[in-house]
């Protein structure tokens, strides 16, 4: 095919792999199991990354498929082990430990002069480890739930790309990226809070009317901009809300609801960045993050058509 670049059309990516999984589950008795299990999986590069995957025509925001250089697919290889089992009857419990490892992992690599510009490029190796703590159970009217995660995702191959970071910039250079960002092994990956919780709770008020409420609590992350987790300003802050609902059952089909969500209409945020404010031009960096959604309230009405009926009690409810 013609070369590719900027100005070429032509691009073909081809992406195919067996990817193996086992499992294996022990049950002493009905109160207690144990389970262990391996798998792999793969994602292919997606047209956005594809798009903007060229060294020396780094984009903003691809607009236009061209045809850049490809890029290999990431592989993913997890372990996890675990345990699971009843208590008092009425209570659920389970432990878990995992560890993903994936190759070829893409990241968005910023160059230039400008923190807006770059492209995707595969950049090594990362991993994401953690443990994850369940329990569900009733006491008469009240169902509770509760769900905690632990993860540490970190980078485990060395990169460097461009930082409108001053403090980010560690000296290193490639007489390209004059504001250059040295990524190590062992750096954590922006985006990712390393610890969750979300609780539930649901209280019958009669057998067709329940209210409930879920919490949920995520800690800081660090933001995408300051990927060797330099810069003071380059966290996320940690968040909490909580949502409200209440639910009533007409008949076996029919079911009247209504919800609020971030009770509080607390500020918070998701995803952040560390870069150039375009509006002030002071040249310092500062983190620019999205804004949470604010408080929102919804009444309807649902038919349901048959199949298994989805418990009020479910922990990630809306």
């Not at 995957?53 to 990431?74: E, I, Q, R, W, Y």
């Not at 995992?98 to 090594?124: C, K, R």
């Not at 970071?165 to 990956?189: F, H, P, R, T, Y």
């Not at 008020?205 to 919490?215: F, K």
Request: hydrophobic share 30%.
């Amino acid at each position: 095919s013609p070369d590719q670049g900027a100005d070429s059309l032509y691009g073909s990516h081809t992406y195919s792999r067996l990817n193996p999984a086992i499992g294996l589950t022990y049950n002493p008795d009905r109160t207690l199991g144990f389970y262990g299990g391996y798998n792999e999986g793969m994602r292919t590069p997606n047209a956005m990354e594809l798009e903007c995957a060229d060294p020396n025509h780094p984009c903003s925001l691809p607009t236009g498929f061209t045809a850049d250089p490809n890029l290999k697919m990431v592989i993913a290889k997890t372990w996890e082990a675990g345990m699971r089992g009843i208590v008092l009857s009425d209570w659920h419990w389970h432990a878990g430990l995992f560890s993903t490892n994936t190759t070829n992992e893409i990241q968005f690599v910023t160059t230039g002069n400008s923190g807006n510009y770059g492209y995707f490029q595969n950049v090594g190796k990362t991993n994401r480890q953690g443990i994850e703590l369940g329990a569900n159970g009733r006491i008469d009217k009240l169902t509770l739930s509760s769900r905690y995660s632990f993860v540490d995702a970190t980078y485990q191959s060395a990169f460097q790309m461009n930082s409108q970071s001053n403090i980010a910039q560690n000296g290193c250079s490639d007489g390209v990226n004059n504001n250059c960002e040295l990524i190590n092994k062992g750096n954590q990956m922006p985006g990712i809070a390393r610890n969750s919780l979300k609780i539930r709770a649901i209280y019958d008020v009669t057998p067709q009317w329940n209210i409930g409420s879920n919490i949920v609590l995520a800690s800081s992350q660090w933001a995408h901009g300051d990927e060797n987790n330099t810069d003071p300003a380059g966290k996320v802050p940690g968040y909490g809300y909580m949502n409200l609902d209440t639910n009533y059952k007409i008949d076996s089909n029919w079911n009247i609801f209504a919800k609020i969500n971030n009770v509080f209409d607390k500020q918070y945020s998701t995803y952040g960045i560390l870069n150039q404010n375009i509006y002030t031009l002071t040249g310092n960096s500062e983190l620019l993050v999205t804004p949470s959604l604010p408080r929102a309230g919804w009444i309807g009405v649902t038919y349901s058509f048959g199949g298994a009926k989805k418990s009020s009690s479910d922990i990630d409810k809306d």
